[in-house]
């Protein structure tokens, strides 16, 4: 089973809307991150959360990890077409297993 | 300051033949990262190494593939005998990270094999 499950699988939203990508661990998370990726190209890093109840914001996006650090929520505001593309959140066990590894991925197509 | 360089970035390759993509990891980080993402999948972990060492391989299929990052020169993700299932993108990720110190992967663009 995955161990790191995003939500929704897809999201096709109006230029201009709010939106919001969900990312729920098995485990508890001691480190969350979230990457974007745009189609046939490498991962670009958006940030990086560590804390219970921590959120960080770049630009429009802001993400957030909850209380029990099992959930993490990444929100856009005001989407652009920009901002299409898979994102993807990852989990760091690499104080464990030695792993880095990703969630399902969540494929955003904004219309202008 | 370059980032991570993967090569080739477009591979074709007949069944049966061996398919070689190598990583070049950011300057100063000695631990590379290999995933595999397949047409509308995500990214899924294969093996993870440091210099001369492989640390974590347990998402390496246990035939035709393996994975090595020498002393000198870049990482290389050999693939032997190829078949159809092989063709995916294949990224590279590197990290300065030493001891306990995390920190963000920094990807390459991927190599995009197909077999023919």
């Known amino acids: 089973s995955q161990e790191l499950e995003q939500s929704p699988q897809s999201l096709i939203v109006q230029e201009g809307k709010n939106l919001t990508i969900n990312c729920t661990s098995s485990?508890?998370?001691?480190?969350l991150y979230w990457y974007k990726q745009k189609y046939g190209e490498g991962l670009i890093f958006l940030m990086m959360?560590?804390?219970?109840?921590e959120e960080k914001s770049h630009e429009k996006i802001t993400a957030k990890l909850d209380e029990k650090k099992q959930q993490s929520s990444l929100h856009i505001t005001a989407s652009q077409p920009s901002h299409a593309g898979i994102y993807l959140c990852?989990?760091?066990?690499?104080?464990?297993?030695?792993?880095?590894?990703f969630g399902t991925g969540t494929s955003l197509t904004v219309i202008p | 300051n370059a980032g991570v360089m993967q090569n080739p970035r477009h591979l074709v390759r007949r069944r049966g033949q061996e398919a070689r993509l190598r990583c070049s990891p950011m300057?100063?980080?000695?631990?590379v990262y290999w995933y595999r993402q397949l047409p509308e999948e995500g990214l899924k972990f294969m093996v993870y190494?440091?210099?001369?060492?492989?640390?974590?391989e347990s998402g390496m299929p246990k035939e035709r593939f393996s994975a090595e990052f020498p002393k000198e020169g870049p990482s290389i993700l050999r693939i032997q005998q190829v078949v159809r299932g092989d063709s995916a993108a294949y990224f590279c990720?590197?990290?300065?990270?030493?001891?306990?110190?995390?920190?963000?992967?920094?990807f390459g663009e991927g190599s995009r094999l197909t077999v023919l």
């Open positions: 959360l560590q804390k219970g109840g």
């Open positions: 990720a590197s990290s300065p990270r030493t001891g306990s110190n995390t920190g963000e992967l920094f």
């Open positions: 485990k508890t998370l001691y480190g």
């Open positions: 990852g989990a760091d066990r690499r104080y464990t297993g030695n792993q880095f590894y």
């Open positions: 190494l440091q210099k001369e060492n492989i640390i974590d």
């Open positions: 300057k100063g980080h000695s631990h």
